[in-house]
């Protein structure tokens, strides 16, 4: 007698997963920081989205899944560097 077994295990939290959540919890910061003081956005976004470089760089390493959510968290973060220089930049 044969049984199928399906794996429910959470998968392990990689590198890639905490790139990615530092780049969303920079690209929310970057917008809502600009309303709690004046530069807020950059003072509390860049940070975050320096780590989402550097951590998703080191990510794409490993292959896989964490490519993927590797090269996400560079994407983000670099979106979230631009959006004040280009905001600046547009006379906001």
């Known amino acids: ?3 199928n ?5 959470p998968a392990r939290w990689r590198l890639a997963h905490t790139a990615l ?8 910061l970057s917008f809502i920081a600009w309303d709690w003081f004046d530069w807020g956005g950059i003072a509390l976004g860049y940070p975050l989205a320096i780590v989402a470089v550097a951590a ?3 990510a794409r390493r490993d292959g896989g899944s964490s ?3 590797g090269t996400a968290a560079v994407a983000l973060g670099i979106i979230v ?12």
């Open 56 to 58: 998703g760089l080191r």
């Open 1 to 3: 007698m044969s049984t």
């Open 81 to 92: 560097l631009l959006i004040p220089l280009v905001w600046i930049a547009a006379g906001g």
């Open 67 to 69: 490519r993927a959510l």
């Open 21 to 28: 959540a530092c780049g969303i919890a920079g690209l929310v």
């Open 5 to 9: 077994h399906i794996d429910v295990a």
